[in-house]
């Protein structure tokens, strides 16, 4: 069992350019989420996805998008980056359709630079 | 959204020490958890605690979920250098899950 992995490990990218972070869980959770972790600001919820097909909004999901084609894959756009967008980005996910989802497994993060 | 409160905010600490870190919230919750994040990594499951009063230990640490259910505290006994990291308090809320802002703890051997 790889857990939950993220790619790429790491990326610079000049302002306005776009990108994609892939998040892949081989533990058949339900719920996938993409956190930003920020010096002093702990980690803050940018979306998550309670199934494949589905999307929510988090608590700072302005200037990215997501999608959950498949259940064992959660993808975060960049569509035009800026440098307030620097930051390491998690990706976690937890629990089955029958059983309680509060425990989180997450990924190694992307650290993201945008110049 | 929920606020929690964790502190301290940091922590430096001998090798061998005992260690004690909570978090507050003015909300109740059903869930606390708790976190470790070493440098360079994802943060890692400790604990988790889903009855109000529980006491739960893993290893060297306990952590307990308060009876009114708007706070909990980690302890970390012994403490050893590779205690070292920041650890988060979670609280959950659906499916979705809100963390403090973290303590780092530095151990010197």
């Known amino acids: 069992n790889a857990g939950v992995t993220q790619t790429p490990k790491f990326r610079v990218l000049k302002t306005g350019q776009s990108m994609t972070l892939l998040c892949a869980q081989d533990?058949?959770?339900?719920?996938m989420y993409w956190y930003r972790q920020d010096p002093g600001m702990g980690l803050r919820l940018i979306h998550y996805?309670?199934?494949?097909?589905?999307?929510a909004k988090g608590e700072v999901p302005d200037g990215y998008n997501v999608s959950r084609l498949k259940k064992q894959n959660f993808l975060l756009g960049l569509e035009s980056a800026a440098p307030s967008q620097t930051s390491v980005y998690f990706c976690a996910s937890s629990g089955h359709r029958d059983t309680p989802s509060y425990e989180q497994y997450f990924g190694p993060g992307t650290r993201l630079t945008v110049t | 959204g929920q606020q929690l409160n964790q502190s301290p905010q940091s922590m430096f600490i001998q090798e061998g020490e005992d260690v004690s870190m909570n978090c507050t919230s003015s909300s109740i919750f059903n869930t606390w958890l708790w976190y470790k994040q070493d440098p360079g990594e994802g943060p890692v499951l400790l604990i988790a605690l889903y009855k109000a009063g529980e006491l739960t230990s893993n290893g060297r640490l306990t952590a307990q979920f308060g009876t009114t259910r708007k706070d909990s505290f980690l302890n970390i006994s012994a403490s050893i250098p590779s205690d070292v990291g920041i650890y988060f308090c979670g609280v959950t809320s659906g499916s979705r899950l809100t963390f403090g802002e973290g303590t780092q703890l530095t151990v010197n051997p």
């Open positions: 533990m058949n959770h339900e719920y």
């Open positions: 996805s309670v199934g494949e097909g589905t999307t």
